[in-house]
């Protein structure tokens, strides 16, 4: 026989932000934001299982604690991050329809009268609706109930970990065009927006609508693993050396991939009521053990536990679990009933499949209807046990803005916008923006660099990169960058002597010239007068009066020329003697840089010279390097490049990325502008990333040790296995938890040999740590490379069809074509 819902529906109202059932139960709803999964040290976990159970221990007596999990297996939707670009439209594509599992954590607190008929399989609400009981209408027990409901909240969110919002009225009831909290649960419906009235039915098993369910129950104690805790060891990212915990009930939540709710209810009983009901069942026991084994095991485990109720001061309280799973196909049935048991399997326990029995714990698991459950259906236990089996982990989430990278979710790919720079600080997490990356060849570093400053610059940032590989090449030609480097043909060329159209020639671009000029005339070891520094000093003045005058060319070969005349004069007219000012050595030192010299176009460039509003610059200084000449000057220019924009560009984000070249700038006495940019960056919204590959760089470099690690907040780390056998120096090192370490050595232990990605290893500050995915499509991968096989086919597309944006295009095509 068919009956409406609104007949036997347990709920009887919904007013003042609480739920009122028609047996006289009243719940309070929060919605609960738990922490990031593989994010949590031992000794977290262990705190926020403490504050479960102190939260448990507060509330009064007939007191309900359901914490509801829903898991919602989706498809990712382009979003595009308010992005439009090439690279980003891809990216979108490349992730469309990815599934991904949606996270919501409920918890509601019920409060069921003094004088409730307990519930059991036999008597439910279901088919018994009753007037409200008295107790239910005495404020002084509701106000109560609230503070405990309060204090239950307090607790949970003084753990740090977790954060709570009372759902209210317009949460709870539902909407024209929102659904609510309870007809959400009754249909089983994913989308809040989405209203569909659905039949159930209820034989052998649970349908709703043309959703196919199975309930699973952990309802007997003695289908329970033996030993429980807060976590448990992953073992598919755990290594010789290090553990990796998860959350112990985690196998159930956002490990298990399918549609289901997982349901942890604990009942809070009389204390006293309790004890001296397991008194009797002892005795009982004890007049029947010597006429079955059984019973003697059942009196051993019952003195167990009220002994350890008596000594150790332990709540005793019933508890009960499930997993309600469902499935639009028919066929799929026999699926997820191996991934139910297969998760269950990893928490060393079985559960029984509800049929029978399954109307009632489902329909006891309507928010606000927890009091009558069927308690029949539950077991005895302490709340720090029944505690471990709480779902305390959620999915990755994106940070708040539009600004940071996408990565991946570790565990399907999802992308989620991870804000390293602005967010940490915001928070307290860290006080400066630098980054310090270590990472092996071929472990991904170069992608991952490409993809952060790729998306720096998307946001309006002013990149600076040195670099000594063409790393960054096709990304430059992608976002019509300037790119410097080195060759016969073409070699590189400055101007520092340039003043921008609208600029002015000030303090600081008047020292930049004079530390240039004293580089080029002077030895590393060479000490400058003071009457040097002076002399420089008034030649560029009247150098500068001249090129506003005359409307002169700014360049070294002018500069050179009104030395050698005008200057010259000006040094006699002055009577400056030859020991304070050597203009003859002056001038023969830096011949090999005006017009007809060795290097004379170092520093005439006609072009590319106005770098200041330039906001993707790549200085590739690979063939220069080991150059005794060129490579000091070069590296001068490229930090007063950087300084100047730095100064400058005021309230606009700078970025200044050096690779493997740090080895060579340290060499060549750069150290103080390294330690410089490390310690007044952050001052002009600007951030220093420096990228080693070897371990012994950091070991060995006191630059590196000091000026680097000291001042970089954010570390970053790509797969270390190579390291794993002498970790704990870097460790030392890079002042890494242990936490911390199991997650950079399980980096790339468990990737989907179906995808192709590389794990990156995140920490923020030293306190918020975790492991992404860097997954690009095939347009960013082209763009990115660095195999020299795969960059000359994307020169030779780009050549042959007119742009780099159009080349990767066909070759991403036919890149697909072939994976097909």
Not at 114 to 143: F, H, M, W, Y
Not at 318 to 338: G, P
Not at 425 to 451: A, D, E, M
Not at 562 to 571: D, G, K, N
């Amino acid at each position: 026989m068919e009956r409406m819902l609104n007949d036997v529906l347990p709920i009887l109202d919904i007013e003042h932000d609480l739920i009122l059932s028609k047996e006289g139960d009243v719940t309070m709803a929060f919605q609960v934001q738990l922490p990031e999964i593989f994010t949590l040290s031992d000794a977290q976990y262990e705190a926020f299982h403490q504050a479960w159970v102190k939260a448990i221990k507060v509330l009064p007596s007939r007191s309900v604690v359901q914490k509801q999990d829903w898991f919602m297996a989706k498809r990712i939707r382009p979003t595009g991050l308010g992005i439009s670009s090439f690279l980003s439209q891809s990216s979108d594509r490349f992730f469309a329809n990815r599934p991904y599992l949606e996270h919501q954590c409920y918890v509601m607190l019920t409060k069921s009268p003094d004088e409730r008929k307990v519930s059991s399989s036999l008597v439910s609400n279901l088919v018994r609706p009753t007037i409200v009981p008295r107790q239910t209408l005495q404020k002084g027990a509701l106000d109560e109930f609230m503070d405990s409901c309060g204090q239950f909240k307090q607790i949970i969110e003084d753990s740090g970990l977790a954060k709570f919002r009372q759902l209210k009225d317009e949460d709870l009831l539902s909407q024209p065009r929102k659904t609510g909290m309870v007809e959400r649960y009754a249909f089983l419906i994913t989308e809040k927006d989405q209203r569909i009235l659905q039949d159930f039915i209820f034989k052998n098993s649970i349908q709703v609508g043309d959703r196919q369910c199975s309930l699973y129950s952990l309802a007997d104690a003695a289908d329970l693993p033996s030993q429980c805790s807060a976590q448990t060891t992953y073992e598919r990212y755990s290594t010789d050396r290090t553990k990796f915990n998860i959350g112990f009930a985690s196998p159930l939540g956002q490990l298990l991939h399918c549609n289901h709710i997982y349901n942890q209810f604990v009942f809070v009983g009389d204390t006293d009521k309790t004890l001296k009901r397991l008194e009797s069942k002892r005795l009982r026991l004890q007049s029947l053990s010597l006429y079955a084994r059984e019973n003697s095991l059942a009196l051993d485990a019952t003195n167990d536990f009220l002994n350890e109720a008596i000594r150790e001061q332990r709540l005793p309280v019933k508890a009960h679990f499930n997993v309600l799973a469902w499935t639009e196909d028919a066929s799929a049935i026999k699926e997820l009933k191996s991934m139910v048991s297969s998760a269950l399997a990893q928490m060393d326990t079985s559960a029984k499949l509800e049929t029978s029995g399954a109307p009632q714990i489902f329909w006891a698991g309507i928010p606000g209807n927890a009091g009558d459950f069927p308690m029949n259906d539950t077991f005895d236990t302490f709340a720090e046990q029944a505690a471990c089996f709480f779902n305390m982990e959620a999915p990755y989430r994106s940070s708040t803005g539009t600004f940071g990278v996408r990565l991946g979710d570790r565990l399907t790919g999802k992308p989620v916008l991870v804000d390293i720079s602005d967010e940490p600080i915001k928070k307290g997490i860290c006080t400066n923006r630098n980054k310090f990356i270590l990472g092996p060849s071929g472990s991904g570093k170069s992608f991952f660099t490409n993809h952060m400053v790729r998306s720096y610059h998307e946001s309006g940032a002013h990149i600076v990169l040195v670099d000594v590989g063409h790393s960054y090449k096709g990304l430059c030609d992608m976002v019509s960058g300037y790119y410097f480097t080195y060759d016969e043909k073409n070699p590189i060329k400055f101007n520092p002597f340039y003043v921008s159209e609208g600029d002015v020639l000030d303090t600081e671009k008047k020292e930049s010239i004079k530390t240039l000029l004293l580089a080029l005339w002077k030895k590393d070891d060479e000490p400058f007068k003071r009457s040097e520094y002076v002399a420089l000093s008034n030649a560029l003045t009247l150098y500068y009066r001249k090129v506003e005058a005359e409307n002169v060319f700014p360049c070294f070969d002018t500069f050179y020329e009104f030395l050698s005349a005008e200057f010259t004069l000006v040094l006699k007219t002055d009577q400056v003697k030859e020991q304070d000012f050597d203009m003859g050595n002056f001038l023969y030192v830096l011949r090999p840089y005006y017009r007809g010299g060795e290097f004379d176009y170092l520093l005439n460039a006609r072009e590319n010279i106005d770098l200041l509003q330039e906001r993707f610059i790549v200085f590739e200084l690979d063939n220069i390097k080991e150059h005794p000449i060129l490579f000091p000057i070069v590296t001068i220019i490229v930090m007063e490049v950087f300084i100047s924009k730095m100064r400058k560009l005021s309230g606009i984000r700078k970025v200044i990325l050096i690779e493997e070249a740090w080895k060579a700038i340290a060499k060549e006495g750069m150290a103080e502008y390294i330690k410089y940019l490390f310690k007044t960056v952050r001052k002009f919204f600007g951030e220093a990333i420096v990228v080693t590959q070897e371990v012994e760089d950091i070991i060995s470099s006191p630059i590196v040790k000091q000026a680097i690690i000291n001042n970089s907040d954010c570390k970053i780390l790509l797969d270390q296995a190579k390291y794993q056998n002498k970790f704990d120096q870097i460790q030392e090192l890079l002042g890494l938890t242990e936490k911390e370490k199991s997650l950079v050595l399980s980096v790339n232990k468990a990737n989907d040999p179906l995808l192709r990605y590389k794990e990156v290893f995140i920490s923020l500050g030293g306190t918020l740590s975790k492991v992404y995915r860097t997954e690009v499509s095939p347009e960013e991968y082209l763009t990115y490379t660095t195999e020299q096989t795969e960059k000359l086919k994307v020169a030779e597309y780009t050549a042959r069809l007119g742009s780099i944006e159009q080349g990767i295009k066909v070759l991403a095509d036919e890149m697909r074509a072939k994976n097909m």
